[in-house]
């Protein structure tokens, strides 16, 4: 998967940004969100959600940090969906609690994680496929770029 | 009515609380002990930090508060133990959950898990004056940090969820918006100082989801507007931050009374209650009594009192003592967190 770069301008151009990241999601990808506050970040893991037959609608995890979502999808052979918000995350022992490893290791499920940078060691342990989105703000306008790791 | 006396835990959030409650029926209800925990001053602790995440997986905190509120007394001096049970963290919960089923284990007594919610909803029932007015069906505006959820009372134990956020959370408006604006952790009570002597209509932001037919809320569109309007701002004296202050806090506001009056009408309830760590916030909990008083005649207010807003187990003990005056029970072999939980 080469980088590409959309502008979004509607729920239409996520949704059609989704459309084209589908393909590329297999169990065990990470989705790595980043953004400002306000860039739109769980609105993205909302319609993501949404395309991948999740039946409730995300909600923020930045108190809760972790929401796992039962996905109900025939294409994709993807189980579940784990959102992730690292935000209140400093120090990243305190990921410990959280599990990730274990929640990754889980068949059919894909997670998508805000805040990446806050976990920074953690990510670049991992080995499953790692896809970046890159969500930047200017006054009204936005833009999102996707890059995947090799292997993607 | 015979005497209950609970003992509680709450692990579910940042704070790990225990709680002494002794129930004579609805009338005689004494908050023995109510001991929170808090790692790190709130003040100190700002929005990037969980330092408790890790701190909770230890059962220190848990063990030292019940060692400070049992004191000298016996197990066998309680006849019932409560517990959150959900939602929350799951590892966080299971400190809570843990010590409560090894207490279980030893005394023999009932132990009841108890949502976390339910707790909020119990936590304007400790109030004396509030107990009195108790006349279902009641309508809860529980917000806070984490939740945004108005609740249809129908009986104690009988809830339905009728609106919530489809996104953030009230509370989490208010800290990731002071953080846009620069203000410290936690944001809520700094918009809140801010807003004091500032002009609530001076600036014009969106109000989400007012014109939804629905009762739900969405605050994260209101997080993007404040971006954009704080960054186009070419002076940001303190006049003009107290006024943005101001803008942003009766937004939320209007929005939280609004769809809460809505729901009042629609149900056609007799109270309504307000609770959660948000209903601190002075020009709510002002706003909302006067629209109350003005449009709902016959309708009490019922807000908790200060002492039970933040997280505490004195309201899990209250809402333990209902669900087991229901007859209901939780085997301690079995008890899980369940995260999760809906009310």
């Known amino acids: ?152 | 009515m015979k005497r209950m006396r609970i003992l509680a835990i709450e692990t579910s959030c940042d704070e790990t609380a225990v709680s002494i409650v002794h129930f004579c029926g609805e009338k005689m209800i004494r908050v023995v002990k109510n001991l929170v925990f808090s790692q790190i001053p709130i003040h100190q602790k700002y929005g990037g930090v969980v330092p408790e995440v890790a701190a909770r997986s230890h059962v220190a905190e848990t063990v030292s508060l019940l060692t400070q509120a049992t004191g000298k007394q016996q197990l066998k001096s309680f006849d019932a133990i409560a517990v959150t049970q959900g939602p929350g963290l799951a590892t966080a919960l299971r400190v809570g959950i843990e010590a409560a089923r090894t207490l279980t284990f030893l005394s023999g007594k009932p132990l009841i898990g108890v949502n976390h919610l339910e707790g909020h909803l119990a936590s304007a029932w400790l109030n004396a004056q509030n107990r009195e007015k108790f006349k279902f069906p009641l309508l809860a505006l529980i917000v806070s940090g984490g939740h945004t959820e108005l609740v249809l009372m129908k009986d104690f134990c009988k809830y339905k969820i009728v609106g919530q956020t489809r996104d953030d959370a009230a509370g989490e408006c208010f800290d990731k918006s002071a953080k846009l604006m620069g203000l410290p952790y936690p944001g809520g009570p700094h918009i809140a100082q801010l807003a004091l002597d500032g002009d609530p209509h001076a600036f014009d932001l969106p109000h989400p989801m007012l014109k939804d037919p629905s009762l739900d809320f969405s605050f994260s569109g209101l997080k993007t507007a404040v971006r954009q309007s704080w960054e186009k701002l070419e002076i940001k004296n303190k006049k003009i931050r107290k006024n943005f202050a101001a803008s942003l806090q009766q937004t939320i506001v209007d929005v939280l009374v609004e769809k809460t009056i809505r729901a009042a009408k629609k149900f056609k309830v007799n109270g309504i209650l307000l609770v959660g760590g948000v209903s601190a916030n002075q020009e709510l909990r002002r706003q909302m009594g006067e629209r109350i008083e003005c449009e709902l005649k016959k309708v009490t207010f019922l807000p908790s009192d200060r002492l039970y807003i933040t997280d505490n187990a004195a309201m899990i003990a209250a809402a333990g003592f209902w669900r087991l005056r229901n007859g209901d029970r939780t085997n301690w072999k079995t008890i899980d967190a369940k995260p999760e939980w809906n009310v």
């Open chain 1, 1 to 152: 998967m080469k980088t590409l770069k959309h502008e979004i301008k509607s729920l239409e151009d996520w949704q059609k940004v989704i459309k084209t990241l589908l393909p590329h999601l297999k169990y065990g990808t990470i989705l790595a969100l980043s953004g400002p506050l306000g860039a739109g970040k769980t609105t993205f893991v909302q319609l993501l959600a949404k395309a991948l037959g999740a039946k409730v609608n995300p909600r923020s995890p930045t108190f809760s940090l972790v929401r796992n979502y039962s996905l109900l999808t025939t294409n994709y052979l993807l189980k579940r969906l784990v959102h992730v918000d690292a935000y209140r995350i400093e120090d990243e022992k305190d990921l410990l609690p959280l599990n990730l490893d274990e929640e990754l290791a889980e068949p059919g499920t894909i997670m998508a994680i805000e805040w990446p940078e806050n976990i920074k060691k953690w990510l670049t342990h991992q080995r499953t496929p790692i896809i970046h989105i890159d969500i930047s703000l200017q006054k009204t306008r936005r833009q999102v770029q996707i890059s995947a790791e090799a292997g993607v």
